[in-house]
């Protein structure tokens, strides 16, 4: 089975902070694993995501996340935060061979200036 | 079109009542999946469609969910007898359906309301 977990529901950063945004996976095969962002009243736009050609992924917007396996994670971290990046974040796994989604429970990221 | 769409953008109806939410997914996408999200959490897998038919509809959570796409391209999902529980943003998302690992793509969603 596949799922995942979101850890901190809210997080609160200064602009210019580091953004760190947690992701634990659970999968009985090897994942492919997805970054989403919704933007208050718009639709889910991804980020980022893993497809085991490389551990470390950069997304758009200046967003990455890297996959360890042995820690079953995919932490997604950005430098330096924007006030644009205010948003809700959803780390997802996919389902082979029909690829649906399994989200977390996302994450509220505010920024504060 | 030049995304994902679906209509209406905001149902309200009674409990007890019929509804249908349509999706039309990006021209030439293969895929298509149905997502519920409710206040507060992710969106949740309903059914996915591969072409006309239903290759998963694990997700659904009783038969009075039930979904079609006769044509292989727009999508309805249709409630009956709703209940007050139903009320959720209903998300559509399509896919090339080609690659093994492919991105969804998500319309904006039609929000639910059952009183």
């Known amino acids: 089975a596949q799922s995942v977990t979101q850890l901190g529901s809210h997080v609160s950063v200064s602009e210019g902070a580091l953004v760190l945004l947690r992701c634990n996976y659970s999968?009985?095969?090897?994942?492919?694993l997805f970054w989403y962002v919704q933007y208050p009243n718009q639709g889910l736009q991804l980020l980022l995501k893993?497809?085991?050609?490389?551990?470390l992924v950069k997304g758009i917007n200046g967003f990455e996340a890297e996959f360890k396996k042995s820690e079953t994670s995919f932490h997604l971290t950005k430098p330096s935060a924007h006030m644009s990046d205010a948003a809700e974040y959803f780390c997802a796994v996919s389902k082979p061979p029909g690829n649906q989604f399994y989200f977390g429970t996302g994450t509220s990221l505010t920024v504060i200036p | 079109g030049a995304g994902v769409s679906q209509t209406p953008s905001n149902k309200v109806t009674e409990k007890g009542k019929y509804v249908e939410l349509r999706c039309d997914p990006i021209?030439?996408?293969?895929?298509l999946y149905w997502y519920r999200q409710s206040l507060g959490q992710g969106p949740e897998f309903l059914i996915y469609?591969?072409?006309?038919?239903?290759?998963?509809d694990s997700g659904l959570p009783n038969d009075r969910f039930f979904a079609v796409r006769p044509e292989g391209s727009v999508s309805t999902l249709k409630i009956q007898r709703t209940e007050r529980g139903d009320s959720a943003v209903y998300l559509c998302?399509?896919?090339?359906?080609?690659?093994?690992?492919?991105?969804?793509?998500f319309g904006p969603g039609t929000r639910l309301t059952v009183l």
């Open positions: 021209s030439g996408h293969t895929a």
């Open positions: 469609f591969q072409g006309t038919g239903a290759a998963d």
């Open positions: 999968s009985s095969v090897p994942p492919y």
């Open positions: 998302a399509s896919s090339s359906g080609t690659r093994k690992i492919d991105e969804q793509f």
């Open positions: 893993y497809t085991s050609a490389a551990t």
